[in-house]
């Protein structure tokens, strides 16, 4: 019963705690601010979670057709909460109290409101499990208790949980990874590691590679530093280790391997700018948005007397290399999968941080009083340095004081404690380490989160509003998607917003998420050259006002505010509006699926315009194997009736220099040349300032920007191609500077393909359902090919009339087959990746994990047996 009692105090110290750290975040709730980044905390979590819990609740694991122009939410998404173990315990919550009527119908301010409150039974359940983890290492409770807290309430779990709040799952998992590592060393058991290593990744792929870096360090140094006699030999723990971790990853398998391979089928452009080895002038002792060391922390790293303990060594030194690593641009990259440096592993160096406090309060008692006095003073001199060279911060400045006040007074309490060794006075001094810490961390909640991050700009007002989500701008949506019973899309985005559809619970024509299928950006980049009138790696937007790319891919409906300049894409007409928005819907739409006996092969198109590859799929199928059946039409490159003149600067051998606020070219097209139709314009465009700044680029009605080449979301596509509305002039306008533009080519479009593919259109049956569209068609014209709009990738599976076929990859990027005479009754099918052969890995190393933990404990309570009857 005394157990049990110790068990509900620590749980009820550990809310406790988590509701002080975050009282900032519930002030915040109460004046209707949420918990919540304004950038990708509003523009991805929010949409992706509302999205997973629409399509889980309806039965659909897999595949979302509103995923962009549609994705394996399963594996593209498991990188946020497709497999989050603590999202899909939330969604069941979520959906429970839906059932019950206790909230409405959850939407995603459901989903905003809930941050808070998972968040802080996330950090509670993080304590507890450190706080497991160091009793193991023999640390008493109250000790484990302490540093526990300074690992579940760092700085760096506020900044996961407010911008990216998947992030900070791995708080989670870190702890049992450790437990699982120290159960093989001191006690032969495996199944605490393999259990460990199955829901790490089978929770988060990046994240369990990052974990696992940490805790192969962590084992080869426990093989330096033994913390007893009886450890198990290295070569042994291998014995164990290896098959562990191999059982583990079969387990969680089922998970990471979909993801990978979606990681993987990604595409974004090789990171090549130089990173240095050492550079990061982060001040971790007052201002770090990631890593803010306590004053605790640093007090007990410079009590030398401490180091002789085992324990502590182990900790100071883990804590010492990460801190190292803090510093190091080149090992941010590793920890990134060597891409870019990003500082997400802080979270690894809190955690032997609050190991070293743990330990370092329980051996203080054994430490001389000059000892405490030298780290009392070292203490204060790190401050000063770190505050000397730091030259954003001052003395004077307010945040200067306010943490050199908690420093005195912790180190004041240490004093005294110096001068009276008594246990109650180290109690004083630990009450005073709290007191000063939870108004601190706290503070730098609203000093970096709220002020600098912007975050007291997420709120309930904002996401009810225009800029998000607002009851017209759904309402019009509803209204006009009610009328129509076919599966088609929309375009319309908020403020910019990739992920409006998801936030508004439509098939749109855009997806801004840090995984896609690389078959579509290269679709974008490359195959069709589709400008997104934004430049940015991780996303993929609307066809670039181009009406042949809207009539083939389903593109049926865009949405205008009326407050801006409307240029709809030729044959699109109002069709219906509210006051604020109007919609205008497409008149040459062409079927969902298309049938076609005419072939054109990838790399007779690779020489050819985007232009002419659009009237290539408009005439018929384009495929990467196999043989033409028709020529490729070329179209005249019209430059040669054009002059080019510069528009306030000069222009010459492909050098244009902007002198004005704003300037560029004007091309001056012949008299002789269409006045009708659209141009396409393509050229090579590229600052030659490598510091400049993302820069507006206007070519006559269209808009779009190009980002600094300073940035790590640039795409590295200079060659554009946009589409305007005929004129005789094309107006091409730049901010002040210098430009390499060049390469010209301008062509024509009439549209009588596409007039003549619509007015031919057949329509032809089909059924969309879950992962699964179903298209019946009786091939009497005796065509080749079939093919649909629906993203080629890897997992969907084809068969006709109930046999199998080869899918194809048709128009660069989607799916088609080839037919067969008479009726078609077609399936396409999507599973993840590899997912039956992943089933039965997954549960054979199950069953296999649970005999051998089966024989361990049948072989250890033979040992015991045998050493009481001797």
């Known amino acids: 019963m005394k157990r049990s009692w110790k068990v509900v105090l620590l749980v009820l110290a ?51 057709f509103s995923f962009g122009l549609g994705g394996g939410i399963y594996s593209q998404l498991a990188y946020y909460f497709s497999t989050s173990i603590v999202y899909l315990v939330t969604l069941l919550v979520i959906k429970l109290l839906d059932i019950a009527n206790v909230i409405g119908s959850p939407d995603v301010v459901t989903w905003a409101k809930a941050i808070l409150p998972v968040s802080i039974i996330r950090l509670t359940a993080a304590l507890l499990l450190a706080v497991g983890v160091f009793r193991y290492l023999r640390i008493p409770l109250l000790p484990a208790f302490i540093g526990s807290c300074f690992y579940a309430g760092s700085a760096i779990y506020f900044r996961h949980v407010v911008y990216w709040e998947f992030f900070a799952n791995a708080f989670l998992w870190l702890p049992l990874l450790v437990l699982g590592v120290e159960k093989i060393i001191r006690e032969r058991k495996p199944y605490w590691f393999i259990a460990a290593v199955a829901i790490s990744v089978f929770d988060n792929f ?182 000397h060279h730091d030259l954003t911060l001052d003395w004077a400045d307010d945040w200067a004081k306010y943490v050199w006040t908690g420093v005195a007074l912790v180190l004041l309490a240490f004093l005294i404690y110096m001068l009276k060794r008594e246990a109650w006075m180290l109690g004083i001094c630990l009450v005073v380490v709290f007191a000063t810490y939870i108004p601190l961390i706290n503070s730098h909640q609203e000093k970096q989160l709220s002020d600098a991050g912007n975050v007291d700009n997420s709120t309930l007002q904002l996401l009810t509003s225009d800029k998000y989500a607002s009851n ?60 997104m009138k934004r430049e940015s790696v991780s996303r993929y937007s609307g066809f670039g006002n181009r009406a042949n790319l809207y009539s083939m891919l389903n593109g049926k409906y865009i949405m ?101 606020i704003e300037g560029g070219l004007d091309l001056q097209l012949d008299e002789d040349l269409p006045q009708t139709g659209d141009y ?55 901010p002040e500077g210098s430009y390499t533009i060049e390469d010209f080519r301008l062509q024509h479009e009439d549209y009588q393909k596409l007039d003549s593919a619509a007015a031919q259109a057949e329509e032809i049956p089909f059924t969309i359902s879950r992962s699964q569209v179903t298209v019946d068609y009786n091939n009497q014209l005796e065509d080749s090919y079939l093919k649909i709009p629906v993203p080629y990738e890897k997992g969907w599976q084809v068969s006709v009339n109930g046999e199998g076929q080869e899918l194809l990859k048709a128009d660069y990027a989607f799916l088609g087959v080839k037919l067969q005479s008479g009726d078609n009754h ?37 040992g015991e047996k045998g050493d009481k009857e001797a």
């Open 826 to 862: 077609i399936v396409f099918t999507y599973r993840p990746p590899y997912w039956n052969l992943l089933l039965v890995l997954c549960i054979g190393s199950l069953i296999v994990s649970l005999a051998w933990g089966f024989f361990l404990r049948k072989r250890h309570m033979a």
């Open 206 to 387: 990046y994240f369990s590679y990052i974990s696992f870096v940490f805790i192969g360090i962590y084992v080869i140094a426990r093989w330096f530093i033994k913390l007893s006699e009886d450890e198990l030999p290295i070569k042994s723990q291998l014995l164990y280790f290896i098959p562990a971790v191999l059982l583990g990853f079969g387990i969680g398998s089922i998970s990471f391997i979909p993801s990978v391979y979606a990681f993987l089928n990604n595409y974004r452009p090789a990171f090549d700018d130089p990173i240095p080895f050492y550079g990061n002038d982060d001040n971790i002792l007052f201002t770090s948005r990631t890593l803010l060391l306590p004053v605790l922390f640093v007090f007990l790293m410079c009590v030398a007397g401490l180091y002789k303990n085992k324990l502590f060594r182990l900790f100071a030194i883990l804590s010492i290399l990460f801190i190292f690593f803090q510093g190091s641009p080149r090992i941010a990259s590793i920890f990134n999968g060597f891409s870019a440096p990003q500082y997400r592993f802080e979270y690894l160096t809190m955690f032997v941080v609050a190991g070293t406090i743990a330990v370092g309060i329980t051996q203080l008692y054994k430490v001389k009083n000059w000892h405490l006095l030298a780290s009392i003073g070292i203490t204060v001199l790190l401050y000063s340095l770190y505050l």
């Open 560 to 660: 205008f505010d009326k407050q801006e300049a409307i240029a709809a894409p030729y044959g699109f007409r109002p069709y219906m509006e509210s006051s604020d928005y109007i919609v205008y819907r497409n008149d040459n739409l062409l079927p969902f699926a298309r049938v076609t006996a005419n072939v054109f092969q990838e790399n007779e198109l690779e020489s050819h315009t985007p232009l002419e590859r659009e009237h290539a799929m408009l005439d018929g199928i384009v495929l990467a194997d196999g043989e033409s059946t028709q020529e490729v039409e070329s179209l005249p490159n019209l430059m040669d009736k054009v002059s080019v003149e510069a528009a306030g600067g000069t222009y010459q051998d492909g050098q244009l220099q902007v002198e004005q």
């Open 14 to 64: 550990a809310l406790t705690f988590a509701v002080l750290v975050h009282l900032h975040f519930i002030r915040e709730y109460f004046d209707g601010r949420f918990m919540l980044g304004p950038n990708d905390g509003m523009a991805q979590m929010l949409p992706f979670k509302q999205h997973l819990y629409e399509q889980y609740t309806q039965g659909n694991f897999f595949y979302s």
């Open 680 to 734: 396409y314009i393509s050229f090579y465009l590229k600052n030659n300032d490598v510091s400049a700044p993302l820069y507006d680029l206007t070519v006559n009605e269209f808009e779009t920007d190009r980002k600094s080449q300073q940035s790590i979301y640039r795409t590295k596509i200079d060659e554009l191609t946009i589409r305007v509305q005929a004129a005789d002039t094309i107006r091409i306008r730049l």
């Open 472 to 531: 017209e701008q759904q309402e019009l949506i509803h209204d006009v998607l009610a009328s129509d019973d076919s599966f088609t899309r929309l375009e319309w985005k908020t403020d910019d917003s990739n992920n409006t559809n998801m936030v508004q619970g439509f098939p749109g024509i855009s997806i801004y998420s840090s995984i896609l299928n690389k078959e579509l950006l290269f679709f974008y980049y490359h195959d069709l050259n589709i400008d």
